[in-house]
């Protein structure tokens, strides 16, 4: 990557629709930030969009060594034989095994497992593991490794073509849905899970802490890329490199990442379980504690292009428009956290006919979304502060769902908090392990400071907070009713 000197720190985010590229110098500049997307999912295809994202990157990098990681879906996973190339198209997160999880939810190494905090579901992928291997048994017994998407793409980088993968380790966050024990003193699988499940365990790789160095890229295919000789760290799961570049680095830090759907996490210093939390290991100290709620921003992307036909930013143009108060109630779906029913869908409640133009009425009804979606993550907030017992001053939020300046203000008014906006480079997230064990830094006070950017601070609005309080204290309890009409006559 050039002459030794000051370090390079270059995070890969694959994600389900694209690859993202960032790299920064080692007094936090953003050098250059490429992006490619794809509309399918596959090995090749992840590839090419990782070359096209990179075009430019070594004109606009200085000279120095090359520190890379990598962050991506939580629960995929990739069937490799020794050398790891693919045996079956890569296995996403959001794929169903019916089957596999009806072999596998009754065990008791299941229920065990759960009770520390991994509960398995249909996407779970021991669940696809176990269905696979029931279908197609000739191709698992050519598999080597099973690897989360990150965990295939920085070894793919490490080793030359045609040379077998050896010693191969995982991180923590991308092990957790595999089945993994965090509850010991040092997280590892958890064997009887795989025993009962039938599912080799030497088929996966040590696990091991974000941040671990792995060596040099030295591949072919990192020359193609220009990564040739750099230096390779373990990642994490996409959620996590979130909620990290959004400033979830110390005990009480809270964050939300508003995208599709809600990602709340809380940097904890102890496992409290909870029905609607999950934990993570901290990948610099303690735990991350969250949630992955059904879709909200995505409910508003939907209403704004399938309903009125409207791009999302026109929709949030519009909103700006109305005066926040009066608007309809709107409750997410609850197929997923806070209830995790499947038979509960999106509800408007107090929607009445006006006499107001087309605009006024679209503007409204994606306040009423907008609004709906805060009061469900102030549900976690008082979750949280409830569960740790601790008091959350201010809630860090990113993601596409934070540029509507409205909805920001109404989230602090609403939240009657404090709300930091960062910036949406979620693989900075995934670099801070890597620049902390750097050596270059004298705290993580200042990392944070120095590759974390605030995009804008936002106080709450106290006409704004009178307006809603009434309903916001009463939404969760609404929302339980409302489930009880979804159950009516199923």
Known sequence: MGELGDPVFIGIDLGTSGVRVETYSSGGDLLYLGRAEFRRQGVEVWLAALKESVQGLLSKSPGGSARITVDSTSGSFILCDERGAPLHPPVMYYEKAVKGYSRVKDLDSARTLGSKGVKLSPTSPISKL???????????????????????????????????????????????????????????????????????LDIFPRVVESGKHIGPAESKLAESLGFKGAELYHGMTDGNAAALASGALKE????????????PKYVASELKPHPAIYYHVHPISGYL?????????????????????????????????????????????????P???????????????????RETIIGRLVLSAAVGIA??????????????????????????????????????????RRVKVYGDQIAVGALVPVIVRSGLYKSLDEVEKTFLQVRAVVEPDAEIAEKYREARDAFMDRWSLLRKVYHLGS
Do not use: C
């Open 130 to 200: 176990v269905e696979l291997r029931g279908e197609n048994p000739e191709l698992f017994s050519r598999v080597r490794w099973v690897l989360p998407p990150a965990t295939w793409l920085l070894y793919r980088l490490r080793f030359r073509e045609g040379e077998p993968w050896r010693d191969l380790e995982v991180d923590y966050s991308n092990a957790l849905k595999f089945g993994l024990d965090i509850t010991g003193s040092k997280p590892d699988w958890f064997e009887p899970l795989f025993e009962e499940a039938g599912i080799p």
């Open 375 to 416: 009061f469900l993550e102030y549900s976690y907030i008082k979750v949280f502060e409830e569960l740790f017992g601790r008091r959350i001053p201010e809630v860090k939020m990113s993601g596409g769902g934070t540029r509507s300046a409205l909805w920001n203000r109404l989230r602090a008014s609403i939240y009657e």
């Open 339 to 357: 209830f995790n029913d499947p038979l509960m869908g999106a509800a408007l409640l107090g929607l009445w006919p006006r006499e107001e133009d």
């Open 289 to 337: 504690a969250g949630a992955a709620t059904s879709a909200t921003g995505g409910m508003i992307t939907w209403l704004s292009e399938k309903v009125f036909g409207i791009p999302v930013s026109e929709a949030f143009k519009l909103m700006e428009r109305v005066e926040p108060g009066g608007e309809p109630l709107f409750f997410p779906p609850g197929d997923r956290s």
């Open 252 to 263: 009480g830090d809270f964050t939300i990442y508003s995208g599709s759907t809600t990602v």
